[in-house]
């Protein structure tokens, strides 16, 4: 049956770097199906950990065996298309997804740092809405079911009845973050949330066969959405047509790139410590309020 699976494309990028427009561009595709972060579905292998760093260690038989089937039942349910899936967090479990899929084609994208922790700081203000409890519930097998109630009536005790400004923790969950949560500030954990996952991300991809990875900026598919998703279509062996590249650049909205500026000089600076080298390995200039 695993023989039917068609190699999947796997997004690699961190939460709030554009992972969902992208996803979206490339499901305009006839021959992807396209599969929004089956969160839960990764942590398979031991949903209880307190952090999202999973290895090649953790890809038994038995954990490799049932994502695997999780990926070919997605296929078949949507006319045997070859499955796009995006989850951020696997931004820290690389060498994990690769072992279960040896085959699977990767694309890698990377957002300016002041961008993602811009949104990333808003999100950690909200509570999941009732449509992604929903899109989790479906998504988590039934014995794993309890792991992700409690975090949800952990934050809705602390928005709801303590009034805290923050839930208890959203994105990728670095090994220390628990602790960082109690020493550093929100803005900072956020901007190391960015900075360990993005690193981790480009490391490990690093490690694959040359040809495996396709890596690109969310400036540059704002910039040029047309050559961008040309080389992804090329990338991921995917005939397309010129009507497919104007759907794609119709989509795009190069305006988002500047909701960071709301974020304050000295907010700014602060994380700084916490970004500057990942950044300039990434070719991210500072912005010249911060040189």
Same mark, same amino acid.
């Given at each position: 049956?695993?023989?039917?699976?068609?190699?999947?494309?796997?997004?690699?990028?961190?939460?709030?770097?554009?992972?969902?427009?992208?996803?979206?561009?490339?499901?305009?595709?006839?021959?992807?199906?396209? #599969?929004?972060?089956?969160?839960?579905? #990764?942590?398979?292998?031991?949903?209880?950990?307190?952090?999202?760093?999973?290895?090649?260690?953790?890809?038994?038989?038995?954990?490799?065996?049932?994502?695997?089937?999780?990926?070919?039942?997605?296929?078949?349910?949507?006319?045997?298309?070859?499955?796009?899936?995006?989850?951020?967090?696997?931004?820290?479990?690389?060498?994990?997804?690769?072992?279960?899929?040896?085959?699977?084609?990767?694309?890698?994208?990377?957002?300016?740092?002041?961008?993602?922790?811009?949104?990333?700081?808003?999100? #950690?203000?909200?509570?999941?809405?009732?449509?992604?409890?929903?899109?989790?519930?479906?998504?988590?097998?039934?014995?794993?079911?309890?792991?992700?109630?409690?975090?949800?009536?952990?934050?809705?005790?602390?928005?709801?009845?303590?009034?805290?400004?923050?839930?208890?923790?959203?994105?990728?969950?670095?090994?220390?973050?628990?602790?960082?949560?109690?020493?550093?500030?929100?803005?900072?954990?956020?901007?190391?949330?960015?900075?360990?996952?993005?690193?981790?991300?480009?490391?490990?991809?690093?490690?694959?066969?040359?040809?495996?990875?396709?890596?690109?900026?969310?400036?540059?598919?704002?910039?040029?959405?047309?050559?961008?998703?040309?080389?992804?279509?090329?990338?991921?062996?995917?005939?397309?047509?010129?009507?497919?590249?104007?759907?794609?650049?119709?989509?795009?909205?190069?305006?988002?790139?500047?909701? #960071?500026?709301?974020?304050?000089?000295?907010?700014?600076?602060?994380?700084?410590?916490?970004?500057?080298?990942?950044?300039?390995?990434?070719?991210?200039?500072?912005?010249?309020?911060?040189?």
């Amino acid at each position: 049956m695993d023989n039917n699976l068609k190699a999947p494309i796997i997004l690699i990028g961190n939460y709030r770097s554009g992972t969902s427009i992208t996803q979206n561009l490339i499901g305009l595709h006839p021959d992807i199906a396209a #599969w929004y972060e089956p969160r839960t579905m #990764w942590l398979y292998a031991d949903p209880g950990r307190g952090h999202d760093e999973f290895d090649e260690s953790d890809a038994t038989h038995p954990v490799t065996l049932y994502i695997r089937q999780r990926f070919l039942a997605y296929q078949m349910r949507h006319g045997n298309r070859r499955v796009m899936e995006k989850t951020p967090g696997n931004v820290l479990r690389v060498p994990y997804v690769r072992a279960i899929f040896p085959e699977a084609t990767f694309l890698h994208m990377t957002r300016n740092p002041f961008s993602v922790i811009s949104s990333m700081e808003s999100k #950690w203000q909200r509570t999941k809405t009732l449509r992604g409890i929903r899109r989790s519930i479906s998504d988590t097998p039934t014995t794993q079911l309890p792991y992700y109630l409690r975090q949800f009536l952990q934050d809705m005790v602390r928005k709801k009845i303590l009034r805290r400004k923050y839930v208890s923790i959203y994105g990728p969950r670095y090994k220390g973050i628990e602790e960082d949560l109690r020493t550093m500030s929100r803005m900072r954990v956020v901007a190391r949330q960015w900075a360990i996952g993005n690193r981790k991300a480009r490391q490990d991809l690093a490690e694959l066969e040359p040809g495996r990875v396709l890596s690109f900026r969310y400036e540059q598919l704002m910039a040029a959405p047309r050559e961008t998703f040309r080389g992804i279509y090329d990338h991921c062996r995917l005939a397309f047509t010129p009507d497919m590249l104007d759907k794609a650049e119709q989509m795009v909205d190069p305006g988002r790139q500047d909701k #960071w500026h709301r974020l304050e000089p000295a907010q700014l600076k602060a994380v700084l410590p916490e970004i500057e080298d990942e950044m300039r390995h990434c070719g991210y200039d500072l912005p010249l309020a911060l040189q």
